[in-house]
């Protein structure tokens, strides 16, 4: 028998063995999303520092190889296929990350979207333990009587409002008192004697001013002055 078929048998004896764990295990419903997301993360952390170990012996066996290229070509030879090993693996490494990353992100995602679901059927189941004693037609009657009711007290409202007493038009009172004011008018200049009557003669003319007969006064000297002096 191999050892691979060993193998094998091996790990069907021992998964027989803890079946009856792995049921136990599987009657719980297994892991939850927060579980699983847990696992990712620390699975991450693991391979990034595994990274970090690779990265410095690949940097170690380089230097190695560069010592030796002249001295020592065998060693510089096994250095080098030393670094292409680490190199490999380094690479599967960066494919497992981007695997798990991707499997972690969805499984975030549809974590999120369960939750979202949750709490959208609950708020459902709610709305509809709200709705359950209500009547449709008890709504309408109800805003109905609101209406009304509202109706009711803008009418009140314009009633208090309203002026007391009886309402008069403006357009007859305000005549009735350009008539009484034009009668006091007339009853005042009868107590006057009426009004003066028109002058039938033409009145004079108004009187020179003192300062054209002044003017005038002083023509008459200058020609008086003038005919003296040709008599002379």
């Known amino acids: 028998m191999s050892k691979i078929a060993k193998l094998f048998k091996g790990s069907s004896s021992s998964s027989s063995s803890s079946s009856p764990k792995s049921k136990h295990h599987r009657s719980r ?71 798990i990353e991707f499997q972690r992100e969805a499984l975030e995602n ?57 309402t008069f038009d403006e357009d007859e009172l305000m005549a009735e008192l350009e008539e009484l004011e034009q009668q006091e008018l007339e009853d005042n200049m009868r107590s006057m004697g009426g009004l003066p009557s028109v002058p039938s003669s033409k009145l004079p003319s108004a009187r020179p001013s003192h300062r054209a007969t002044t003017k005038k006064r002083v023509e008459e000297d200058d020609d008086m002055q003038m005919l003296a002096s040709w008599a002379t």
Not at 36 to 65: C, G, N, P
Not at 132 to 137: C, P, R, T
Not at 139 to 159: F, G, H, K, N, Y
């Open 110 to 166: 549809s974590h999120t979207n369960t939750e979202v679901l949750k709490n959208m059927g609950f708020a459902a189941k709610a709305m509809k333990k709200v709705h359950e004693n209500m009547d449709v037609g008890k709504i309408d009657d109800l805003m109905q009587d609101i209406t009304e009711q509202q109706d009711v007290a803008r009418e009140i409202s314009d009633a208090i409002s309203g002026p007391f007493g009886e």
């Open 29 to 99: 419903g297994g892991p939850s999303p927060q579980e699983a997301i847990h696992k990712l993360r620390e699975t991450e952390e693991m391979l990034t520092k595994k990274q970090d170990y690779l990265e410095k012996r690949i940097e170690q066996e380089l230097l190695i190889a560069k010592k030796n290229g002249t001295k020592n070509k065998r060693a510089a030879l096994q250095a080098l296929k030393r670094k292409k090993r680490l190199e490999q693996q380094l690479t599967q490494i960066d494919g497992t990350l981007s695997t």
